[in-house]
């Protein structure tokens, strides 16, 4: 199955920006979407924003118009710009892949990497 490695968490200001980068490595089978999750404290893990193979994306409304996804295949990467960050945004944020292997679509996930906005 496919692993993910995630990099370029850390500390911001608010108002402040974070670009997070996502590998895949190679895997035998293809992989649908690509996205971020992210996971406070006390709280479940959202969905950030998602990229399909053919470029078509969706992102939560709270981070609409602030954060960036995007995708290579050929590199099999995916990153979030994250703009004009929030302390709500603190978080840690998991990169996901849907890997289509025999039996269907399977989640994968990286080990996640810590956000942190102070006010």
């Known amino acids: 199955q496919v692993q993910l490695v995630e990099s370029g968490g850390g500390l911001v200001q608010a108002g402040g920006s974070l670009r997070l980068s996502c590998v895949a490595s190679?895997?035998?089978?293809?992989?649908?979407?690509m996205g971020w999750y992210r996971q406070a404290p006390g709280k479940q893990r959202e969905l950030v924003a998602k990229i399909r193979s053919d470029g078509y994306t969706n992102y939560a409304d709270s981070v609409k118009g602030r954060f960036t996804i995007s995708r290579d295949n050929a590199k099999n990467t995916v990153a979030l710009q994250m703009n004009s960050l929030k302390p709500e945004d603190t978080a840690i944020y998991y990169c996901?892949?849907?890997?289509?292997?025999?039996?269907?679509?399977?989640?994968?996930w990286g080990q996640g990497t810590q956000v942190t906005v102070s006010s």
């Open positions: 190679r895997s035998r089978f293809s992989i649908n979407s």
């Open positions: 996901n892949a849907e890997e289509r292997d025999y039996f269907g679509l399977r989640d994968r």
